[in-house]
């Protein structure tokens, strides 16, 4: 059954069970600081978390967006998720479809398959700190390695590109650079990780290196941002150089594209080539040249290291090197096949490997000058690939199904497992010495007793070949794979085994065994906002469940995680899914959630009306079914909708209407997050009152938000109450108190990694320097909130940034923003036109843009009609507004141009 968790949270909380991972950072504060709406979630029942009182909902601070009602943007309608319906492996509200349990017909071994062993203690995962791969001479490699080195060892920190084929010797090159790094005073702390395809490397990760710990999965707090927490990391180093190495990264990047798939990633790299606090390099180790997905500048910043074939000399010299091992002709090739050797093979190590490998292991009888004329003939892109297919014509049975088995785990795995799943076919002896010799080869790589393959031509014919129909083997594969499962588990490296498995089930096409791995992999990614991170592996399993219940489940999760990263259309496709399950199976209960969920997606694209609709169905059904918690939440959504089109009133009465359902509930049998809830209305309730320019009412319900945070304890209410005060204290014009709160706050956030707090105490304390007139602070501050922002909300954050670069006389930079701010605006006018926060900076905007005719009528029109939309007088927002217009104007090219329109902004059109 459904555990409803209403949650309306402060700044802290997150959407939807905490799940702000991976999100994407250009997309955050859309989706935490949602302006407006309920926050009522769903735990799922079996993760069974043991604090049932922590925070899981929406984002609601108060914040210094009072103005025109933006940065108000912090009360975020949470998604209601029915997505606990959803189960853990071991705990399903319905039993698994029968195939989730079954072993593989043949060839695997007998041992439990919800055996969770210490993968990495035994021998199973390889260690990310390790080096992948053997050893390979180094040849004709100086002046890159000198200017690696050169690189590597400075002190200013940065991103680092090292690109090339693959198999060209990029490894061996970082290699022999960090070797050549002797001096221990001088040498980097260094971590080494390996990108491998599904299974992804998180920011939480490269978190663990920057502070040489894990947070164990069971003491994670939901909410935290993995960004917000890089970024605390960073904070906190030393003077010591830290250098992490990423092999294979192009495995980050989305399919057929350059760019970064996982956008936390993308802001993780923004925000280490602009930190000036830490000597962190981060190496890239890549076939191709990675690039942002967002518009970032990390790609421009980066420094590129080509590494191209080996000159003819130099390759000759490493097939002798060769050679002398293993001979087999290539090296004692006539003369005038040298070139034409050289050109086929264009200097590539790997290559070469191949080729060997077809003249020593295929049973066929080419020999070393024949396969070089059959490959100089050919255009020398078609080598690579024809090569691959040569040697696996040529291959015998064992060998053939030893690369088989290595290409269905993609992961690293011992010998053990790889006679494990060829069982009944092979002997365990005979795979034994099927790996040696294509390691022999380098066919297959090596590291600590686990084998793999190489990311090649070879690995991808095997993957297609398994792949085109399901495959036995995969599915012995996953099975084999369970018995490794790391524990325990601190991040997403822990995860590998897991997300492995997950392929292997997927690629095998059993999708109704997937999901529960999907689902036990999830428990651990909602503690880390990274639920993200299982978007593709929800796609494919998507219609393929055969159970109403399980895809109800897994479409509301899908409409979720679309609407984090902006893809609306797609959230609403899979909320209407989720609905049309829910009403087969007649469940009044999760349609009520979902209404509350596809009413959050509306306010995301700000069409307020839908939403508002939405939030009053779900109060409907929520009376009706006798659901409390969800019914506060639709109040606070309707609540927050209201005041977004100015309705003051209305929306202090539904307010009011939330707590008193609290106030009538029995705290002692419901949860914590039925107080988060109320403890967030009563923030909003300050804030409305504060914008009214009511600072006694809005003392009181500040008052009454802090007892609740200090009566439970509970940090994130602190943050949330320490933020709200700070805007408080800046509206009644105590400037050093709002800027010691503000600072207090952000410190707490970051402790918390909390980003909706950091943006909006960010912004708070922006606005504070700028009163106390030290514009490089305050530019300083909006800078960092600015990165927590989401396009179309918030746009107080925008405002506050083109004034910064305006002050500051960077004019391209200025104009952008200031256009950018206009579009913005205009946009969300043109959904809602009752959108008063809109049209205040819609106004604000045509100031900041150089005069044209009519732009300053214009600018008043829109500050004017702002006012006419408030139902009530607004004093707070408008002396907010004409502060900022001050400031604006002081740096304009003809200062006291903007007067007439400071003087205007406070009244409606009719006066």
Known sequence: MLLVVAVGVTTNQVLNNGDWGSLAWGWLVADIALAGAAAVVTHKASVARARTDAPVGPDVSLGPDGIGGDVTERSGAGWIRARDITFNYHQAPEPPPPDALIPPESGTTTADPSTSGNAAASGRLVPQSEATGQAEPMLDREDEQDSLRTVLTRDTGGIVIVHGQPG????????????????????????????IPSIPLDVRTLTDDLTCETTPADTARLGKSSIARFEAALGRLDDEPVLIIIERAENLLHPGTRQLADLDLDEAFEILTTADRANVTLVLVSSVIPESSQASTWREDADLFRVPGLPNEYFLEYLRSHDRHHPSGLATLPAELHRPLCRALRGNPRDASVAYGILALNDSDVDAPALVRQIAAMPRKDVPQRLAEMLLDGLGQVRRRVLEALAAFGVPVGAESVAAILTGEISADLVQTGLRQLVARRIVLTTADLYYLPTSELQQILNEALDRAPSELLHRAAYELRRHRAAPVHNVDDLRIHFA????????????????????????LQEWNCGHLLLEQRQAVQGQLRDSHLEMANDDQLGYLYGLRGDLRDASDAYGRALDYAEIRKDEADKTKLHVNLATMYWQRNETQQAYNYYDFARQDALENGQPVVLMGALQGLADCLRHQGKYDEAIERAKEALRIHQRLDVVSTDGSAASQAFRCNLELARWHSELGLVDDAIRYLGAAERAATGRNDEWLLGAFLDSQAELRFSSGDIDSALTLSTQAVEHALRLSDPVTLMQARTTACMAYLAREDQAAAAREIEWAYRYRRPGRSLVVLALLALAQRQRNNTRRAEALFQQLYEEATKRISTDGEDFGAWDFRGFALCGQYPQDGTLDKAIEAFQTARDLTTLPTPVLVDRMRFLLTQLDQCDQRPGRLQQVIDACGTGSAG
């Open 168 to 195: 060209v010797g990029k490894t061996t090159l970082v290699d022999a650079v960090l070797a050549s790094i002797e001096h221990p005073g001088h040498r980097p702390r260094v971590h080494r990780h390996e990108a």
């Open 501 to 524: 498995e997950l392929a292997a089930l997927l690629r095998s096409r059993r999708f109704p065994a997937a999901y529960p791995v999907i689902e036990s992999i999830d428990r651990f």
